[in-house]
């Protein structure tokens, strides 16, 4: 249970496979007034790259998560 929460529903536990992030991201990017939809917000591009890195590294660190897909990468206009 890492961070004391369960990777798997209930009845199901580890048997030796990888563990992925199937779907994740929602960085939101505020374009003008517009706020975009997502956890956590920024206005600028440095932020941007600076918040998927937080995140990104968070993944890296972990001694479990085998892969990922970030789905929601998308700005609006």
């Known amino acids: 249970m890492p961070a004391n929460r369960p990777i798997y529903a ?3 536990t580890h048997h030796g ?3 992925l992030i199937t779907e994740f991201g929602g ?4 374009i003008g007034s517009q706020q975009g939809r997502g956890y ?3 206005s600028n591009e440095i932020d941007y ?3 998927y890195r937080r995140v990104i590294e968070a993944i890296y660190a972990s001694k479990i998560i085998h892969g990922f897909c970030y789905t929601q990468l998308g700005m609006r206009r």
């Not at 960085?27 to 505020?30: Q, R, T």
Request: hydrophobic content about 45%.
């Open 10 to 12: 209930n009845r199901f």
């Open 40 to 42: 956590t917000s920024v």
């Open 17 to 19: 496979e990888p563990i």
């Open 49 to 51: 790259v600076n918040e």
């Open 27 to 30: 960085i939101a990017f505020k």
